[in-house]
């Protein structure tokens, strides 16, 4: 299994960037996780989806700003951020959770990872 994100970048705040991962070798009915991770700081919770996308879950800091959604033809799910701010900064990685919703928050219960995506965002 592999997992490939793209879509970071540098933006100054209140602007937008959409991040992609795209899952090879892996079937169906799996959890889609998004965590980012600034320096000096712990590995965090962004958001969480499931298969059939009528469960979403968003850390505090993100909630009405981000947005998570996935496409399963394409094995794809996305991060639509919008209104970044500074503190929005890190390195943003996708994660494959093949087990229950209650884990969605919880990195050490994921499967798989991307490799990390940078967002910077400037003041």
């Known amino acids: 299994v592999q997992l490939q994100a793209s879509g970071g970048g540098t933006v100054q705040a209140g602007g937008s960037l959409r991040l992609s991962c795209t899952a090879f070798?892996?079937?169906?009915?799996?959890?889609w996780g998004w965590f980012r991770q600034a320096p000096g700081k712990e590995r965090g919770f962004v958001a969480g989806?499931?298969?059939?996308?009528?469960?979403?879950y968003y850390a505090n800091s993100v909630k009405g700003r981000f947005a998570i959604s996935r496409d399963n033809a394409k094995n794809t799910v996305y991060l639509h951020m919008n209104s970044l701010k500074p503190e929005d900064t890190a390195l943003y990685y996708c994660?494959?959770?093949?087990?229950?919703?209650?884990?969605?928050?919880?990195?050490?219960?994921?499967?798989?990872w991307g490799q990390g995506t940078q967002v910077t965002v400037s003041s």
């Open positions: 994660a494959v959770l093949k087990n229950v919703w209650r884990w969605v928050r919880v990195s050490s219960k994921y499967n798989y």
């Open positions: 070798g892996l079937s169906s009915n799996y959890i």
């Open positions: 989806i499931n298969w059939d996308s009528d469960l979403q």
